[in-house]
């Protein structure tokens, strides 16, 4: 099955500057690679995703670039304010799968103030 | 428009007790699905349900069972729970057209076996 490794584990950044965080995934046909935000109790949020026909989207101060040959996609996010402290997961699918979502282990992720 | 709902939020269990975890979504979604969240780790999908009656297992669904009788609920049912089931489980939805991939989640129930 799908195989999706997410670095790095933790990153804190000061205010302002920016955050990256990287994911590898295994499965070539994997077509689908959404990235999730989750807060402090509650349950993830869908905040940014990318098709594989495209190679970058960006969303205000979040973008996601997707490199299909080296099978890797990274989350961008600019200009980082207190409130992008969350936990950020990637995912890849891919519809064979029965829209099943491959998770990665997750970037805790603190903005110093 | 309440999206996904579970219940209960949290939950202490004695080892070998039995409970049913509730979820509903109101957005007529026909796919939906079970994950748990150990501590700094990841979601794995234990079971997932493309539509009413239908229901498969995920990654790791040895220790829990599910139905799915309509398309608005799917229970998650923990049968002689175990310590290793101490988690936070998340239920999830997805349209399964449109947008087929894109999975909105409940709030979660905080599970502890002791």
């Known amino acids: 099955g799908e195989n999706v490794e997410q670095h790095p584990s933790t990153l804190s950044v000061q205010e302002g500057d920016s955050a990256v965080i990287k994911c590898t995934y295994s499965d070539s046909a994997s077509n689908y690679f959404p990235w999730y935000k989750q807060e402090l109790g509650k349950g993830p949020q869908l905040i940014i995703d990318?098709?594989?026909?495209?190679g970058e989207k960006k969303d205000q101060r979040i973008a996601v670039t997707l490199n299909k040959t080296a099978k890797h996609f990274s989350l961008h996010i600019t200009e980082t304010q207190p409130e992008d402290s969350a936990v950020y997961f990637c995912a890849a699918t891919f519809q064979a799968a029965g829209n099943k979502l491959t998770f990665g282990g997750g970037t805790r992720v603190l903005v110093k103030p | 428009n309440a999206g996904v709902t579970q219940t209960p939020k949290f939950r202490i269990l004695k080892i070998g007790q039995s409970m049913t975890l509730q979820c509903t979504q109101d957005?007529?979604?026909?796919?939906m699905y079970w994950y748990r969240q150990d501590p700094g780790m990841g979601l794995k999908l234990i079971y997932y349900?493309?539509?009413?009656?239908?229901?498969d297992k995920g990654e790791v669904p040895n220790g829990y069972n599910v139905s799915r009788s309509t398309t608005e609920d799917f229970p998650l049912r923990l049968e002689l729970a175990a310590p290793s089931q101490t988690s936070v489980y998340f239920c999830a939805s997805s349209a399964g057209t449109g947008r087929p991939y894109e999975q909105y989640f409940g709030p979660g129930t905080r599970l502890t076996v002791t």
């Open positions: 349900s493309v539509g009413a009656g239908i229901t």
């Open positions: 990318i098709r594989s026909n495209v």
């Open positions: 957005m007529n979604h026909n796919y």
